[in-house]
């Protein structure tokens, strides 16, 4: 079955540090790129980091440029998303997904990821 599974989220305090976790099963991650998103209450979901498959060339939204780190380890068949410097507009559901080889040219594309996770909910506050 395949299948992404997202982990690492949890409540921290303004200024803290999470690490997320997207774990493939089913299928093997290497020829794809993967994407991370969030979508907060209210809001539409928004991309926030891709890592491509081929050079692991690296894409980050503005809102979090500086602060979080993308990265995949496909021996472990499993992508991060090192979130350092939190604040509260973080405060969202967490989304990893995969696209074959590429990043799309813009983060807020989605249509062509064709694996998603459940998602795990980040919370930053005091």
């Known amino acids: 079955q395949v299948q992404l599974v997202e982990s690492g989220g949890g409540l921290v305090q303004p200024g803290g540090s999470l690490r997320l976790s997207c774990a493939a099963s089913g299928f093997t991650l290497d020829y794809y790129a993967i994407g991370w998103f969030r979508q907060a209450p209210g809001r539409e979901r928004a991309g926030v980091s891709c890592?491509?498959?081929?050079?692991?060339?690296?894409y980050y939204a503005d809102s979090v440029k500086g602060r979080f780190i993308v990265s995949r380890d496909n021996a472990k068949n499993t992508a991060y998303l090192q979130m350092n410097s939190l604040k509260p507009e973080d405060t969202a559901v967490y989304y990893c997904?995969?696209?074959?080889?590429?990043?799309?040219?813009?983060?807020?594309?989605?249509?062509?990821?064709?694996?998603w996770g459940q998602g795990t909910q980040v919370t930053v506050s005091s």
């Open positions: 890592i491509s498959s081929t050079d692991d060339s690296t």
């Open positions: 997904a995969t696209v074959p080889v590429f990043c799309p040219p813009r983060l807020d594309i989605t249509d062509h990821y064709d694996n």
